[in-house]
């Protein structure tokens, strides 16, 4: 995680994250109003290399407005300051937080004052290091009319820690969440997919936040010549099915060992979200670029 030397970026300026301390009064830091996204850079044969960066900051920004706030900076901004973030603090391999929150008000109106501050930190390879033991949440996420559940905001999450704390206090990697009707949702960073007779499957949007993973995901199988269907599915459908995987920038692909302690049925070396981690590995960190963007 940054350290104290680590460098941000905030408001306009790149200082020593040690320098920024704590608002006591900032609205974000009482009320959960405030958005954030979530990048990978990646090593790449020509350098740090940000995956599908104008993807991730264009939602950054739709996050923001879907609260009425606006970034002070465009796309293009943010993907250089991003760049020369990464340059200052000398990281390849690096997650990349950026984040608006608010200043001083304690009314329940946004503070005037906007913060922008994009932190990064090392984070090597992930690619598929351990299988994870999920437990279905009794969490349930919020009616979608009644909450803006396809942006990144930072007091939504709670759903996710809440989630995660009840499968870790019983023995589990994570936890796999509901959406209000019961049906499978996502993990609590990341999107859904499981994998039967050859086929994979994922939650439709709805009650879920739209993965840039998920989205180069469905790219990637269409790629293997594997059919990804959206649709509806109850966590008792998962008893019997060959595999599942979480998606995700951090996750990357992560395979699944068990759901509820009953274990998918395939050895995870044998499923398509095995192939498809090769594949997205390979992509993300050779150059075959377009842009900013990769795949
Ligand atoms: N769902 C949730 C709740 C998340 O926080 C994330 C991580 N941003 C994802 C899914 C996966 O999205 P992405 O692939 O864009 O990182």
């Known amino acids: 995680y940054p ?10 300026s790149f200082v020593k994250g040690e320098k920024l ?3 006591p009064f900032s609205q974000t830091l009482h009320y959960g109003y405030g958005v954030f996204d979530a990048l990978r850079a990646y090593d790449t044969a020509l350098g740090p290399h940000i995956f599908k960066a ?9 996050s923001a407005e879907n609260l009425q706030l606006k970034v002070p900076y465009t796309t293009d901004e943010l993907i250089n300051i991003t760049y020369q973030l990464l340059e200052k603090n000398s ?25 922008l501050l994009i932190a990064v930190w090392k984070w090597g390879k992930y690619m598929g290091k351990d299988l994870l033991d999920v437990k279905v949440s009794s969490v349930q996420k919020p009616k979608p009319k009644n909450f803006l559940v396809e942006a ?40 859904f997919f499981y994998e039967n007779e050859g086929k994979l499957y994922t939650p439709p949007r709805g009650s879920i936040l739209p993965g840039i993973t998920r989205q ?3 790219n990637l199988a269409a790629e293997l010549g594997v059919e990804v269907e959206e649709r509806l599915f109850t966590p008792e459908e998962l008893a019997n099915v060959d595999a599942a995987f979480f998606t995700g920038t951090a996750s990357q692909i992560t395979g ?25 590995g390979h992509k993300v960190t050779q150059s075959e670029y377009d842009g900013y963007s990769i795949i």
């Open 152 to 191: 990144k905001i930072c007091g939504q999450y709670l759903y996710s820690m809440v989630a995660n704390n009840e499968a870790r206090k019983e023995g589990y990697d994570a936890a796999l969440m509901l959406d209000y009707e019961g049906y499978v949702a996502e993990g609590p960073g990341s999107n």
């Open 216 to 218: 180069t995901i469905i």
């Open 54 to 62: 104008r993807e991730h900051y264009e939602r950054f920004i739709q």
């Open 3 to 12: 350290t104290k030397n680590t460098i941000v970026f905030h408001d306009g």
């Open 91 to 115: 990281m390849t391999n690096a997650y990349i937080r950026p984040m608006l929150y608010l200043g001083t008000n304690m009314e329940l109106v946004p503070a005037e004052k906007k913060h």
């Open 21 to 23: 301390g704590v608002n």
């Open 256 to 280: 699944l060992k068990s759901i509820d302690g009953k274990p998918f049925k395939k050895k995870w070396e044998d499923t398509i979200g095995s192939a498809l981690l090769i594949k997205y």
